[in-house]
């Protein structure tokens, strides 16, 4: 009897488990990150790359920018969410 309630309590626990990933809304706008290319950005694009952000239910977009100043008229203009930047550039007035 303690055998058959411990493998139901196995089961259940594996089901809920399961049950609890989440799940990626294929309507949801992506999150849009700004990287450049840089040492900064490459756990970013494994994440991408590895399908890290899928596996935990994020729609994130990398947008690519080869000079900072695309990317912070990008960031101005509303066009990124978030932004992979340095030290330097984060401290620079606009």
């Keep these: 009897m303690k ?3 411990a493998l139901f309590c196995c089961f259940a626990a594996i089901a809920v488990n399961l049950s609890a990933r ?3 809304d294929a309507n949801a ?5 700004g990287i450049m290319p840089d040492a900064d950005s490459l756990p970013f694009m494994v ?3 590895e399908g890290f952000f899928i596996a935990e239910g994020v729609n ?3 947008v690519n920018f ?3 100043q695309e990317r912070d008229a990008a960031i101005q ?3 990124l969410d978030a932004s992979i930047s340095d030290l330097l550039a984060a401290a620079r007035p606009a």
Excluded: Y
């Excluded at 706008?29 to 990150?33: A, H, S």
């Design 60 to 62: 994130v977009e990398l």
């Design 66 to 68: 080869q000079n900072p």
């Design 3 to 5: 055998k058959a309630i």
């Design 22 to 24: 989440p799940q990626l």
């Design 29 to 33: 706008e992506p999150l849009r990150v």
């Design 77 to 79: 203009a509303g066009r």
């Design 47 to 49: 994440a991408r790359d």
